[in-house]
């Protein structure tokens, strides 16, 4: 083992023979971690601490460094001390890297103390866990010290003012904070800016405030700008969102609102829409679609009429659509109108071969809560959208109607048995290994159709059946590896059925290096079969295909080390995070804990402690898998490790820690 670790190490540049031999420069947060990581396979810590206390330091790369083994070394005063001499380095600016923010963050977290001191000169223009930070300083320290610290802050990101209107509401004066903005808003009505940051503040707290003075206190400028406000206050206050609406509707169309849909649109695609937009139409529907939904929350069902009817006549081809047909049938159900329903019976000649047809059809049923309609509706879309096998553009509309169908009736209890035979013949009428076979055969296993017996006697109880159905996917992907779990990894499938269901799926893996293989043995992972898998994912690891090898390689080889361990292999899983360490070395003391468990637990005690004390070494804060270790004969051993490091090095409050945990 010894000669292996040594090869490796020789192997690896970045390795460095002492503490103070290090690099003048590091440009990323992994490299100083690296570094430190394979420093730490060959030096004894107390070392390297002792060493660092012998040596002047002055630059940020020496303090980074510092500052990362002392923390590791569980010595937080004198990561304090290291931190203090980070922000009093001359010129010192908060580094650009955001991974390099998140080292001098995460080490700084550990107290209040340090965390403050984060905040307040190592990176004041930082937010990020400052949420955590108030929570520590608000049940540690002094509430109202905390409120003047936040309010200097509060003036310069809003991140700090929400936390300090959370704060308020715990104090029971955030009254006072919101007044104040409220008033802002009155004397700057036309501020978005100010808006905004009323409105978050609100949400933040739990929308805590009456909201609908902003329909007379704002003064927009456009459409566009009443429309996003009515759409920010739609769920809190549906009268101020029906008169903000009306006040868009009201007003011209300008090049503003123009830039205001274009960006609407764009917002979360890479490239804009398909089709040629009609901006002022796209407003005028959003905006229109909105009011009837204010409408009918209000109970104003007449009011909301007109506008569906005009809704539902709206065509797509410059517009992006949103269905309108549940509303639709909400709001007639409420005025007891059947307009739409007229228009919609009416287009069933012309649209009756499309799954969109029907679909519409059905939303607008359940809209009016009319049940019986909305399942004669799915009937005979099912009559209308004929299974051909051969038709694939056919089996997808069909299967979109399918899959509402089932949910349909998943949802009426008294309906199990239609749904159970809808599902089995839909599975019986495609070959077995085409696409639309194997989406009824994996809607079958949703939970939420709570169809566990159809499930067990479909697929779970024929494995050549499950075997046929997933060897019609060229590829295997989530979707796949899911279906497996979903069908073997339950609690009323026999341990001698799974042996026949995974004995008929690894036949199907024919090229060990295929994506196949790799969510095989994910889902045998997934089932605790570690022994099962590990030699699917060697041979993966082995043969993968540099196609899809990036994508799984770190996966694959975490998981075939966990197998190892889980499976009590700690010799063969020492042996393979040596030979891996490239894809370890972040998690090498979690890895060599791992391996310490398995052989205590194969009562290899004193090998057990030879990579228990490596770990520690490495980074003596990992102590999650010192309990399971402690119950094991290592646990004498264990306790004269700490009471020794307790000796060895007084700085650390580590082994206080872990003699707590030792504790019998």
Known sequence: MRKILLICMLCLALVVDAAGQQRADYTSADEIQRDLTFLLLEKDINDVTRQLESEGSSTVTSLLRRLVIYSRAGQPSQVRRTLEQLAATPNWQCPDRHDLVSLIRNISEANLVTHRLYFERLCPGEIDSAEAFVRLWSNTGDPKELDAWLSERSHRNDGWLMLRMQLRVRLGTAEELFDALAADIRANPSDWTRLDRYLKANNYTGATQDVSWLADAFKGHTAGEYFQLGERLRIYAPQATAQLLQKSLNLAFTDADAKFVDDQLNRFRSAGPAIKVNWEKQLRYWTKRSLAEAYQKLNQPLAAQPLIEELVSMKGDDITLQDVHHLAGAVQGGSGQRVVET??????????????????????????????????????????????????TGLKERYQVVRSFARFLAQKRDQKEELEKLLTLELSSTPTQTDYAFEIARLITQSELELDELRHSLLATQPALLAALLDGRREWGLEEKLFIEHVVNREAVPAILKEK??????????????????????????????????????????????????????????????????????????????????????????????????????????????????????????????????????????????????????LSTIPDSALRMLQP
């Open 343 to 392: 228009k919609i019976l009416r287009d069933e000649v012309a649209r009756r071969s499309t799954s969109e047809y029907w679909l519409e059809r059905t939303k607008y049923y359940e809209g009016r809560q009319e049940y019986e309609l909305e399942r004669d509706s799915y009937r005979q879309a099912l009559v209308a959208l004929a299974v051909k096998p051969d038709d694939r």
């Open 501 to 650: 269901i995974w004995s008929s799926l690894k036949p199907l893996v024919k090229d060990p290096g295929s994506t196949r293989a790799f969510h095989l043995a994910e889902a045998m992972k997934d089932g605790n079969e570690w022994q099962r898998a590990i030699p699917v994912w060697r041979n993966y690891i082995r043969h993968a295909h540099p196609t899809n090898w990036e994508g799984y390689k770190t996966d694959a080889i975490t998981n075939l080390f966990t197998a190892y361990c889980r499976t009590g292999q700690w010799q063969t899983a020492e042996k393979f995070l040596f030979a891996q360490l490239d894809s370890f070395w972040r998690a090498l003391p979690n890895a060599l804990a791992k391996i310490a468990v398995a052989a205590a637990q194969a009562n290899a005690i004193n090998e057990a402690m030879r990579l228990w004390r490596m770990s520690a070494n490495i980074d003596r804060r990992n102590l999650d898998p010192l309990a399971q270790l402690a119950q094991t004969k290592a646990r004498p051993q264990l306790v004269a490790m700490y009471s020794q490091m307790k000796k060895d090095d007084p």
